[in-house]
C-alpha cells in the first residue's frame, strides 16, 4: 500500500528565512509527486509536481521541492518566506501505473512569524 | 477556464437525516475524484470516476455513501442516513486524464456539520 509522511504537524519560520516542510512517501513502481497549498476555507492549490526528469522542480509562488529517490523524500522549500505563504500544506504521492491511486499526507501547518 | 464547481458551501443537517452534495468539474476532465476531509487531516479519498465509470471506492462507506456520475460530467454525493462522524469537509477534484503526471483541480469544497 503507498503511504505519505509528513512528520511535522507545524512549522514556524521566521519572515525572509528559508523554509523547508518534510516529505517522505511510499509507492510501488515510479511515483508522480505533488505538493497542495490550502488556505482557510479553500479548497487546494497545486504548486508543484515531479513526474520524471531533474530532480529539482520549481512551482508557484518561488517554491520548489527536491525528489530524492534514494531516501524516498519530497521535500517543499522556499529560499525567502512571506507571512502570505502562512497555510495549511499537502504531499501526495500517485501511483504511476494502473488507475493512479493518490495519497495524501496528513498535512503541516506553516506560520511564518513576521 | 472555469474551476471546478461545488455546491453548497455549507450544510448543517442532523444525525439521520441525509444531504446530497454537487461537484460540476473542469470542462473536458474525465476523471473525478470524492474526498473527505475531516479538521485537522489530510484528504481521504471516497471515490474515483472515469468518465462515468467507477474505478476506486475501496474506502466509502457504502452502507450509507452514494455517488454517481451518470453522464461523465457532474456528479453527486449522497449519504443517508449521516452519522455525527460525517461531519467534514467533502472536496471535489477533477483531472484531465490524458497525461498521466496531470494534477488535480480542487473545487472549494462543502463544509458538513452533522448535529
Known amino acids: 500500500a503507498q503511504s505519505v509522511a509528513q512528520p511535522e504537524d507545524q512549522v514556524n519560520v521566521a519572515e525572509g528565512n528559508p523554509l523547508t516542510v518534510k516529505c517522505t512517501y511510499s509507492?510501488?513502481?515510479?511515483?508522480?509527486l505533488f505538493w497542495y497549498v490550502q488556505y482557510p476555507n479553500r479548497g487546494l492549490q497545486f504548486l508543484l509536481k515531479?513526474?520524471?526528469?531533474?530532480?529539482l522542480v520549481k512551482g508557484s509562488y518561488g517554491f520548489e521541492a527536491e525528489f530524492n529517490k534514494s531516501q524516498t523524500s519530497f521535500h517543499l522549500k522556499k529560499p525567502s518566506a512571506l507571512v502570505s505563504d502562512s497555510a495549511l500544506y499537502f504531499c501526495?504521492?500517485?501511483?504511476?501505473?494502473?488507475?493512479?491511486?493518490?495519497?495524501f499526507g496528513t498535512g503541516t501547518k506553516l506560520q511564518v512569524i513576521p | 477556464e472555469a474551476g471546478v464547481a461545488q455546491s453548497p458551501r455549507y450544510k448543517i443537517i442532523e444525525k439521520r437525516q441525509s444531504v446530497a452534495f454537487w461537484c460540476n468539474p473542469i470542462?473536458?476532465?474525465?476523471?473525478l475524484y470524492w474526498y473527505q476531509q475531516i479538521l485537522g487531516q489530510g484528504p481521504k479519498l471516497l471515490i474515483q470516476?472515469?468518465?462515468?465509470?467507477?474505478?476506486?471506492d475501496s474506502q466509502l462507506p457504502k452502507d450509507r455513501f452514494s455517488a454517481e456520475r451518470l453522464k461523465g460530467v457532474d456528479s453527486t454525493l449522497k449519504i443517508q442516513p449521516a452519522k455525527l462522524e460525517d461531519s467534514a469537509v467533502y472536496l471535489c477534484?477533477?483531472?484531465?486524464?490524458?497525461?498521466?503526471?496531470?494534477?488535480?483541480?480542487f473545487g472549494p469544497g462543502t463544509r458538513l456539520t452533522v448535529l
Open positions: 477534484a477533477s483531472r484531465q486524464t490524458s497525461g498521466r503526471g496531470n494534477e488535480q483541480f
Open positions: 509507492v510501488s513502481g515510479n511515483p508522480y
Open positions: 515531479y513526474i520524471t526528469g531533474d530532480n
Open positions: 501526495a504521492v500517485r501511483d504511476s501505473g494502473g488507475y493512479q491511486k493518490v495519497t
Open positions: 470542462s473536458g476532465h474525465a476523471t
Open positions: 470516476f472515469q468518465n462515468n465509470g467507477v474505478v476506486d
